[in-house]
């Protein structure tokens, strides 16, 4: 069994003889902060690296037994990593751009030496022998690392309501889900659990759970990131990305784990342009894309905020310009094809030989089955089945190919649509929060919710979900608006968000 | 429905699943459904588009190929820690083949 998060840490941080300072004398809570101001207060020596990572320890062994964000906490390795910022610090010298930042990781991504399982039984017990080269990259810039989060088994879903362990709350309302798959990043940030973190995008698994946890989530253009070390669902589609809970906290991450990677082909060769120093930049004359597709038939309860969102962006000196996406509606069904194509073939590596669970059978070909049956949960096996269905012999050019044809059309759709606007605005959930248990027997109406995400995996531009104000029923529940740039365009997405932040667009009313 | 149970068995048996009763029962509708809406692909002519096989933007120059040269890797260890089964340095399996 996993051990939960709140035991594991509390130990350890009695072990580790970690006590929060009485004569602390600050009156800000450091678990609200952004990474700036956190940076401000250890160059002034205020407080220290290894007093915020502490804080955040004993925050998470109190608060995580209710919001369930994370699946196992590294106190060693972030109090280790806090003291080393600490040190760095007393010598007088520079800090990394993420240096004490308090930070969750999705448990689909690597970290050597500490268990990885993709919230799955079959790797319940996997211990990462490397680092994904975005947590290389993080724990260089300075960033601490907390602990791996819950998600939906191999990223497989919308909910985290399919993780193998136990379903993550969206801290909003402890009834409702945080969205998915990387529910448990989400939380962890809108819980004031981490600073930020990272999460991973197939289809909408960083920027949904953004909209329903009402934090910011990017996900850059495929190939922005190096996927090295993140556990592959479908590898047409996968990204590693951040949440924060400001749009500059979004930016340092991006730019800190951005760039290319030798040790993974797909990561573009194409600089990494310094985001921050092109956030205030103003938005007159900005062109903004409002496709009609992605309202029709919206519920009023998401549609007039994102209305009023684009309202704002109109009154910060952005031009409106109504544009269409006209293959819009078959995204659901080309996404799930790829993706599921893409998973029975990524997933055939769990057989019980090399890693993870193996049922104890005499004959090979029944061990192989019988550890497959067991290990993997429900929505993993039927991604597993419609996957191997859509590429089996027959059926391969009715869907696979179909799909990948489809995948140019829409693809055809964003490229034409940006010669004529620099951004395009959207919701990024039809729905908000909904409630545990609700969907998780109607698998095709648990795909359909991720209709404004997938259209941009599959094109592969870049998309960012920003809070933009709450439902007006009870309770009030966050509404995200998406906004989506064309290939590289991340400093313009980052840019016009920031703007909309700054502007109050994510407590517009 | 399109779909019968035999084609499902069929597809566990190819994806190495080995299924039960009551999961075949309860994901041949679920399966029938979302392939049933993954035909709505078929009201599209894709006679003249080509597939799309390759997600990189093309104007991102792409050294995908690097030069192959031994680099450190894991110790036969490290590589082994986390096998469900081990032995003699090698990854343990069920009989493969039959004794004479």
């Known amino acids: 069994m996993i051990v939960t998060a709140p035991l594991e840490s509390r130990e350890c941080a009695d072990f580790l003889g970690f006590r929060p300072r009485n004569n602390l004398s600050i009156s800000m809570d450091l678990t609200t902060l952004t990474i700036s101001e956190i940076q401000r207060l250890l160059s002034r020596r205020e407080v220290s690296a290894e007093e915020v990572a502490g804080i955040h320890l004993e925050r998470i062994a109190q608060q995580d037994q209710q919001v369930r964000a994370y699946l196992s906490v590294c106190p060693e390795r972030a109090l280790a990593q806090a003291r080393k910022i600490d040190r760095q610090v007393a010598a007088g010298e520079p800090l990394g751009p993420l240096a004490g930042v308090p930070t969750a990781v999705k448990d689909v991504i690597l970290t050597r030496g500490l268990r990885t399982t993709c919230a799955s039984r079959i790797l319940e017990n996997y211990v990462a022998p490397y680092d994904a080269t975005a947590v290389e990259r993080l724990e260089a810039a300075g960033a601490v690392i907390l602990g791996k989060t819950n998600c939906d088994e191999f990223a497989m879903g919308s909910s985290t309501e399919n993780s193998g362990f136990f379903p993550t709350c969206n801290p909003h309302d402890l009834t409702r889900v945080p969205g998915g798959s990387s529910g448990g990043s989400a939380a962890a940030v809108a819980a004031n659990l981490a600073t930020v973190s990272l999460g991973s995008d197939t289809g909408g698994s960083i920027r949904q759970p953004a909209a329903l946890c009402g934090i910011v989530g990017i996900m850059g253009t495929y190939g922005r990131v190096s996927r090295f070390g993140l556990v592959a669902f479908a590898s047409s589609l996968d990204h590693i990305g951040p949440f924060g809970r400001t749009v500059r906290d979004v930016a340092r991450v991006l730019r800190a784990i951005a760039g290319r990677d030798p040790k993974d082909s797909t990561s573009a060769d194409v600089p990494v342009a310094d985001y921050e120093a092109t956030l205030d930049e103003n938005l007159r004359g900005v062109k903004v894309g409002v496709p009609n597709e992605y309202f029709a038939g919206l519920s009023p309860e998401i549609g007039d905020n994102v209305q009023k969102g684009i309202d704002l962006l109109a009154k910060l000196g952005c031009s409106i310009v109504p544009i269409s996406l006209p293959h819009t509606d078959y995204a659901i069904a080309c996404y799930y094809i790829i993706c599921t194509a893409e998973a029975s073939s990524n997933l055939a590596r769990y057989d019980g030989v090399r890693y993870g669970f193996r049922s104890p059978e005499p004959e090979l070909h029944d061990m192989y089955r019988k550890t497959r049956d067991q290990g993997f949960g429900a929505e993993v096996k039927r991604r597993i089945m419609l996957g191997t269905h859509v590429l089996s012999s027959g059926y391969y050019d009715a869907y696979y190919l179909k799909a990948q044809k489809v995948r140019t059309l829409i693809a055809r759709d964003f490229l034409e649509a940006f010669e004529a606007v620099d951004v395009i605005v959207t919701p990024t959930s039809p729905i908000p929060a909904f409630k545990l248990g609700e969907r998780v027997d109607d698998p095709l109406q648990m795909y359909l919710a991720d209709i404004y995400t997938v259209t941009a995996s599959l094109a592969g531009i870049p998309g960012i979900s920003v809070p933009c104000g709450r439902t007006k029923g009870e309770p009030r529940l966050p509404v995200g608006m998406q906004i989506l740039a064309k290939h590289f365009g991340e400093a313009r997405l980052l840019q016009v968000a920031h703007a909309f932040e700054e502007a109050g667009g994510f407590a517009i009313a | ?100």
């Open chain 2, 1 to 100: 429905m399109a779909l019968e149970e035999k084609d499902v068995r069929y597809v566990a048996e190819l994806a190495h699943l080995e299924l039960t009763d009551e999961e075949v029962k309860k994901f041949l509708p679920q399966l029938d459904s979302i392939l049933q809406y993954m035909h709505k692909l078929n009201e599209l002519d894709t006679g003249h588009v080509e597939p799309m096989a390759q997600v990189t933007y093309p104007a991102a120059e792409n050294p995908s190929l690097r030069s192959d040269e031994p680099q450190p890797t894991f110790t036969r260890d490290e590589a082994l820690a986390n096998a469900p089964e081990q032995g003699g340095g090698c990854f343990k399996v069920p009989h493969v083949i039959e004794k004479e």
